[in-house]
């Protein structure tokens, strides 16, 4: 039985590619290793990759409405310029805002919790009051809420005892801490730098990466390439700018409710709220918590009022804004939207909850791609199936 050159070349392509597949699951240890190697080289750009794609989105923003006229076309001066000014227009932007949060929303913490020990020291009468009122007949519950007591001195003693014995793990921790510090200032810089060069040179870029696809790949797949690049853009390009306004509306939402019904910290919960509800779905909890704890040392009604108004708040936005701003913007039912961010956070955490909606909605549209494409094989029109 004789093979042609071709099935020979197949035959050997399939025996080494066998033969590096049970080398890896041997050795697949030192596999690891190479890889975490690897990952460590390329992070900073990998991470300047994911700011380049998240700054992109504002910077054609920008850039199509500034910049988007016939006379600004025509001018060679400005459409160079274009690019440039747009990106510096957007990066402004960003660490305004960066700058904003931490001039409100630090101090603010900062006095809370400098004032924390004597709200805590207000507060615990009025726990012994309200006990006294319910629980005057339980002598054991009456005699431990005698028993609170709080003593600033007493937790900054022990602070101050706890570093005094672990002097030496703090050192070497502080040191640790230090270089990883160091480390990251530098792994930021590089993706910054990169990030910057990919926004600045992005279309050279682009003709540079089709034609390597073009190069070894054959040129029907690497068409349904692109277009599957394409939609994955799009998608997660609109992922983000949903999320982001559905951010800012929830932010909102909290800023004029807690004014209206006169609750304290009413911005500085509305921007950590704000923040928070990048994470889909859950994400406002996190907020919910730190804003009914701020309000609780002020006043514990007022923190229940809060709670209260947040459940109220957290079914609209969960039922009606978030499904209809992101869901619709990635082209997403809501119930897949839910089931996205279910099980992106049960295997990847918050970063899940955060990139499994635009992955499933590329598999969804891809998948309903597929099945249409079927239906029109079997002569079988999509809109006729009720």
């Not at 290793?33 to 390329?42: E, T």
């Not at 009456?142 to 600033?152: A, G, H, Q, S, T």
């Not at 996190?286 to 704890?293: K, L, N, T």
């Amino acid at each position: 039985m004789e093979f042609s050159k071709e099935s020979v070349k197949k035959i050997r392509g399939l025996i080494i590619f066998t033969a590096i597949v049970v080398l890896c699951l041997w050795e697949y240890n030192k596999v690891f290793d190479i890889l975490a190697f690897v990952f460590h080289i390329l992070f900073p750009f990998i991470l300047g990759g994911a700011i380049a794609f998240v700054l992109n989105v504002p910077m054609n923003f920008v850039e199509r409405h500034l910049f988007g006229s016939d006379k600004v076309r025509k001018s060679k001066v400005l459409s160079k310029m274009a690019r440039p000014v747009s990106m510096l227009i957007v990066l402004l932007l960003v660490f305004s805002v960066i700058g904003i949060v931490m001039f409100i929303l630090i101090p603010q913490l900062g006095r809370t919790f400098a004032n924390l020990g004597e709200s805590i020291q207000a507060f615990i009468p009025r726990v012994q009051t309200w006990a006294a009122d319910l629980f005057h007949n339980n002598k054991e519950v009456m005699k431990w809420v005698n028993d609170l007591e709080f003593d600033w001195n007493k937790v900054m003693d022990a602070g101050i005892e706890f570093f005094r014995s672990g002097a030496g793990s703090v050192l070497d921790s502080t040191i640790t801490a230090a270089k990883s510090i160091v480390s990251g200032i530098a792994t930021f810089f590089i993706a910054f730098v990169f990030a910057c060069y990919v926004l600045l040179q992005k279309e050279k870029l682009n003709i540079q990466a089709k034609k390597v696809l073009f190069a070894f790949v054959r040129r029907g797949r690497a068409e349904a390439a692109l277009e599957v690049f394409s939609l994955t853009y799009s998608t997660f390009s609109s992922f983000l700018t949903g999320q982001c306004v559905e951010a800012v509306i929830l932010g909102g939402m909290f800023v004029v409710s807690m004014a209206l019904f006169r609750l304290p910290y009413a911005l500085l919960v509305g921007i950590v709220i704000a923040f928070t509800a990048l994470i889909p779905i859950f994400g406002a909890f996190i907020g919910c918590a730190v804003g009914a704890f701020l309000i609780f040392m002020v006043d514990p009604v007022k923190a229940l009022v809060f709670v209260a108004l947040f459940l109220v708040l957290q079914q609209i936005e969960g039922n009606l804004i978030y499904p209809h701003v992101v869901g619709n913007s990635v082209g997403l039912p809501s119930i897949w939207v839910l089931a996205a961010v279910s099980i992106g956070g049960s295997l990847m955490g918050i970063v899940g909850m955060l990139i499994f909606i635009p992955v499933v909605s590329v598999v969804y549209a891809l998948f309903r791609e597929i099945v249409y494409l079927k239906l029109r094989q079997k002569r079988v029109e999509p809109g006729s199936i009720k």
